[in-house]
């Protein structure tokens, strides 16, 4: 596993002052869960704020089989990407939780971004994402495991998800089966999982797991 793993939370909201935050997100609208916010193939007309909740990015492949790319959490734009390339959306977004999230269009966005300088930070945190992806798929599969579940409490603020183990094993690359194996390694000590929904126990137990695979 990667030595200088940063867990630190990188968003939009973290690169601009509070108020021009406010601004952009000034108008929020509710989402009920398990509702598709973006959906792949669509064009990139425009970007949504997400102020509350947390959402899960999936990709279909040619062959129909599901990809869990990420979670994001409140203070992220979502869709920036097909706006930023003139494409369509790659993925679709869509709510684990109740959400609410601000509507952008893509004109007002990019004025956005020019007047608060945004075009080198996005990019640069376009590529810490596509770095988490990559990592997510290195190492023991009860490290990998940990890793998405530590970086899921970051993102969202809580500690219980509605997630299925099919659903962790699409985010990490592995089989159901695998997931089940690794949750039993972890423990009940350091994460719960019932039918649709895990718990992280202990964050920092979880945490000792991937230092415990560093130093050895």
């Avoid at 990559?134 to 495991?145: K, Q």
């Amino acid at each position: 596993m990667n030595e200088d793993r940063d867990f630190s939370v990188r968003s939009l909201r973290n690169l601009v002052p509070y108020e021009a935050w406010a601004e952009l997100t000034r108008q929020p609208k509710p989402y009920a869960s398990d509702q598709t916010l973006l959906r792949q193939g669509d064009g990139g007309t425009h970007v949504l704020a997400l102020t509350k909740g947390l959402v899960k990015v999936v990709r279909r492949d040619r062959d129909g089989r599901e990809r869990l790319l990420a979670f994001r959490g409140p203070g992220e734009i979502l869709g920036e990407m097909a706006i930023q390339c003139e494409g369509e959306r790659l993925a679709d977004v869509r709510t684990m939780t109740k959400c609410e999230a601000s509507l952008i269009l893509a004109e007002d966005f990019q004025r956005f971004v020019r007047e608060h300088q945004l075009a080198h930070p996005l990019a640069v945190l376009a590529s810490t994402r596509l770095r988490e992806q990559t990592e997510i798929h290195d190492g023991a599969v009860h490290e990998r495991l940990a890793l998405a579940l530590i970086r899921l409490v970051e993102v969202s603020g809580v500690q219980s998800f509605s997630l299925t183990r099919e659903e962790l094993a699409q985010h990490i690359g592995v089989g159901r089966r695998s997931v089940s194996e690794a949750l039993k390694l972890l423990g009940p000590g350091r994460v719960e999982a019932a039918k649709s929904r895990v718990s992280v126990i202990s964050v920092e137990s979880l945490r000792k797991v991937l230092d415990d695979s560093i130093s050895g």
